[in-house]
Each structure stands twice: as C-alpha cells, then as structure tokens.
C-alpha cells in the first residue's frame, strides 16, 4: 500500500520569519533562564542551599543538579540536539513539579512553574523548527 504524502508534509510546513524569530526569543529566554539557574546551583550560594534543604534536597546534590541542568540547557541550546535537550529537560522539570507538590508549595507560582518553563521551551521549538511541528500538526 503506498501513500501520496508529500515529502513537505512529513517534514513539517516551513516555518515563517515572524514564528521563527518568535521562537527563538522564546528559546533564548528560556535557556538564559536556565543557564541562571545552573549557575546559582553550581556555585553555593546561601539561598540555594537553604530552598535546597527546605524542599529535602542534600546540599552536596546542587552542583549535580547544577550540571544536569546546564547540560540539557546547552543540549537545548543547539539546533542539532534541541529536541533532546527539550526531552531531557522535559524530565528534569517534572523532578522539579514533584519536589514542589511533595512539600506542599504553592500551586500556582511553586508547583507549576516546571510545567510554565516546559510549555516555553517546546512552544519555543515548536516555532523554529519544522520537525517538531509536524510531530504536532495542529489544524485550523
């Protein structure tokens, strides 16, 4: 049984100029944010290791937590592994959702805020990058 799909539909429509440079502001915000994220986690600072042991969190695994995160953050970064840069990071966020639910955080600004950041970066890439839209076509 053979098909008439085009080669551009299994690709994904191109992308237009105004979705592509949406989403790499989209992308850049959230790997800066991510990148400041490490960073805090990788150098000790007061405030990290008290959040740390307020959420359970042994301070000798913030440097670990640190490099994971700038992993995917870099990962993310590069269009070549963007999309598994945005799976693993994907990961590390729901770790982060359930920390948060764990300790009984506040929903809306502790809790979610792994799923807000994820939603950014796959809504980011889902702007850049035409395999990723036709992972998720959405039809009008």
């Known amino acids: 049984m053979t098909t008439n799909v085009s080669l551009d539909a299994m690709d ?24 400041l994220d ?4 990788l150098v ?13 969190i042994p301070s000798h695994l913030n440097r670990m937590l640190g490099v994971l995160l700038l992993i995917c ?10 999309v ?14 359930y920390t948060h639910l764990r300790v009984d955080s506040p929903l809306f600004t502790h809790v979610l805020f792994g799923v807000y950041v994820g939603v950014l970066a796959w809504g980011g890439l889902y702007l850049r990058d035409r395999r990723v ?8």
Request: glycine share 14%; no cysteine; charged share 10%.
């Open 38 to 41: 490490a960073a805090m986690k």
């Open 84 to 97: 598994l840069g945005a799976i693993l990071l994907t990961g590390y966020l729901g770790g982060s959702v």
């Open 73 to 82: 953050a870099v990962l993310y970064a590069f269009p070549k592994t963007s």
């Open 133 to 140: 839209r036709a992972l998720m076509p959405w039809r009008a």
């Open 12 to 35: 994904g429509a191109p992308v237009s100029p105004g979705a592509l440079w949406t989403g790499r502001v989209i992308s850049g915000l959230v790997v800066v944010f991510l990148l």
């Open 44 to 56: 000790p600072l007061d405030i990290v290791v008290t959040t740390g042991n307020q959420l359970g």
